[in-house]
Structures are given as C-alpha cells and as structure tokens.
C-alpha cells in the first residue's frame, strides 16, 4: 500500500521523522522522571517537564487492541486494513497499521516494527507478527 499524502513535520516531531530516514524508531524521553511517550509533544505527558531527550527504541510491543478498516477514509487508502493499539516494550501505546490479514492478527500478540518508505525519504511505521 502506498501512502496518498506526506505527514506533517514541524520543530517538535523533526527528530522523530529524522529517525525514520535511517529506520530508526526514536521516542522522547523524559530527564526528569525518565518515562517515554509518543508521539511528539513539548512537555512530558507524566511530569510536565520540558527537558525531553530522543532515544532510539527497540521497535518490538504488543497488540492491545486493534480493528480491520473496511472503508477507505480517503482516496489512494486501499481497504481493507489493520489498524492497532501497540504497547511498545518502552511503554508508550503507538497507533499503527498490521501488514496482515485480519485472520493472522489477535490481541497480546507480540510484534516488530518495519518500515513503510514515504517518497520524501521518511519513512512510516508499521508492525507484523513476530516471526511473521
Ligand atoms: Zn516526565
């Protein structure tokens, strides 16, 4: 699948999106009270603190909850596909598409980051089944 338009980048985001140039997934970092959170945001969402660092992440989590989109919510969206609710193993939940088969996805499976190339050089994540 192909995507049909290029994310926003701003000042907050542009390291995130640097990292995907180079299929690296970082996440910011609280120095304060050393929680992650994604996405991008100028304060941590634990402590309000505004020292946040980037950390490259080991792209693996879990399913939580996920749903099968039938419709296409646009044009160049080619239905159907999975959409889930991914628990990363740094704690962050991360919304994402499954590149599989409504029949091949449950919840609590565990999964691993790929890649998704944009043409602009980044890159969008994407989860499959670990050992999938
Ligand atoms: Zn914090």
Redesign the pocket.
């Known amino acids: 699948m192909t995507f049909p338009y290029l994310p926003i980048e701003d000042s907050i985001s542009a390291p995130y999106w640097e990292g995907t140039r180079a299929e690296e997934l970082r996440l910011q970092k609280?120095?304060?009270?050393?929680?992650f959170q994604h996405y991008p945001r100028a304060l941590?969402?634990?402590?309000?603190?505004t020292n946040l660092e980037w950390q490259k992440v080991s792209g693996q989590g879990i399913i939580d909850s996920w749903t099968e989109v039938m419709r296409a919510p646009q044009e160049g969206f080619e239905a159907p596909y999975i959409i889930a609710r991914v628990r990363l193993a740094e704690g962050p939940i991360m919304l994402s598409r499954i590149d599989v088969s409504s029949s091949e996805v449950s919840c609590d499976q565990p999964v691993v980051l790929k890649w998704q190339h944009l043409s602009d050089g980044r890159a969008l994540p994407l989860f499959v089944p670990v050992g999938g």
């Open positions: 609280c120095v304060a009270c050393s929680k941590c969402s634990h402590c309000g603190h």
